[in-house]
């Protein structure tokens, strides 16, 4: 039987990683479970916390800077004005 059975996770890069975390977590359970892999289960379990906490931070980040981004973008495309981006700004610095 030919490769696949974890999606080729081996060739993936990092942005297919974001999109395959349940496969990540089948090829750590599947480490630990030869028991001489242990170091490599382990490795393989810390690169899927380091995804989850990527995209934690990237979300939190995207979110306190959406309204920003929105009234830039409609003031570029002259569907808002200047005094726009300053209050997004003001909520934005407000937290």
């Known amino acids: ?13 990092v942005e297919d990683l974001l999109h395959t975390q349940e496969t990540i977590q089948n090829m750590a359970d599947r480490l630990a479970g030869l028991g001489y892999a242990s170091d490599a289960a382990k490795e393989t379990q810390e690169l899927l916390l380091t995804l989850r906490q990527f995209e934690n931070r990237i979300s939190a980040m995207k979110e306190r800077l959406s309204d920003v981004w929105h009234s830039v973008e409609w003031w570029d495309s002259c569907d808002s004005g200047e005094d726009s981006v300053k209050n997004a700004l003001e909520k934005y610095r407000a937290g």
Do not use: F, I
């Open 1 to 13: 039987m030919s490769g696949g059975s974890y999606d080729y996770l081996y060739s993936k890069d």
